[in-house]
């Protein structure tokens, strides 16, 4: 069996940064449908075009769309032992999906742990997020900013801002979130699933809470 991990919580509860330690930790592959659909804007196509208007504005990129990307991830060689998923699934549609592409393989969700964060925080810590241009190390200008400020640690390089992370899409994606997403929280706990984590502490702090919740749902 591999392990199955579902991030959960509002944008800015911190599923990219806590992925990014899981990863490292547990040496499975971080599997976010948000950074796989901004991958996508160096390509000059009609799809690639409608995601990014999509993106920008805060709006979901359709089911089907998504569904196909993420069971294409999912079959790569490296998915085997299991992945973290972050930012999917999103409403009850991707989560039936997401439900039966793993029975398909014997396989199902090992742990949803659910990072819990007031909304002013979450406007906050979108709007203050900064990335490396090469998009590997996220930073904050309130919470967890760089050694010296605008530049990356490790380059020196000019950070950079995401292009949905401007007042008004971050609010249209909490709402969202609060409307189609948050209610799969009710079908994970119906489920057994779901860990709930207290996201305000420092992400050391969050990190070990995580990882608690994966190592009680293996020892099950
Ligand atoms: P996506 O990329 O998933 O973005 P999101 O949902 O808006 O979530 P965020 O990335 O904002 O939140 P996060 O929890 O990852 O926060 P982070 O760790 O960076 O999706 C983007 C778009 O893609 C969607 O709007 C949609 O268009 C499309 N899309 C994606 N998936 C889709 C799907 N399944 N279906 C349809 N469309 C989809 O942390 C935030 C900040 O806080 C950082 O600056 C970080 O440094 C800081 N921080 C983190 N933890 C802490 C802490 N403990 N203390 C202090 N600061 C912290
Ligand atoms: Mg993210």
């Not at 976010?32 to 000059?44: I, V």
């Not at 805060?58 to 089907?64: K, N, Q, R, S, Y």
């Not at 057994?192 to 207290?198: Q, S």
């Amino acid at each position: 069996m591999g392990i199955y991990i579902v991030l959960m919580g509002v944008q800015g509860a911190g599923k990219g940064t806590q992925a990014a330690i899981l990863k490292e930790k547990l040496g499975l592959p971080h599997v976010s449908t948000g950074d796989l659909f901004r991958a996508m804007n160096t390509l000059d196509t009609p799809l690639a075009k409608r995601v990014q208007d999509l993106m920008e504005a805060g709006e979901l990129i359709p089911d089907d769309v998504t569904n196909e990307m993420v069971e294409d991830r999912l079959s790569q060689d490296d998915a085997r032992r299991g992945v973290i998923l972050d930012g999917y699934p999103r409403n009850p549609g991707q989560a039936q999906f997401l439900d039966n592409l793993l029975a398909k393989k014997g396989e199902s969700l090992t742990v949803v742990p659910v990072l819990e964060l007031d909304r002013e925080t979450a406007i906050k810590r979108a709007e203050g997020r900064r990335y490396s241009p090469d998009k590997q190390r996220v930073y904050n200008i309130y919470f967890n900013p760089p050694k010296v400020a605008g530049k990356d640690d490790v380059t020196g390089e000019e950070l950079v801002q995401r292009d949905d992370d401007h007042r008004e899409a971050v609010e249209r994606r909490i709402d969202l979130y609060y409307e189609q997403t948050a209610p799969l929280i009710e079908y994970y706990e119906n489920a057994g699933l779901v860990a709930r984590i207290d996201a305000d502490q420092a992400i050391s702090e969050v990190a070990v809470d995580v990882f608690a919740a994966i190592a009680r749902r293996l020892m099950d």
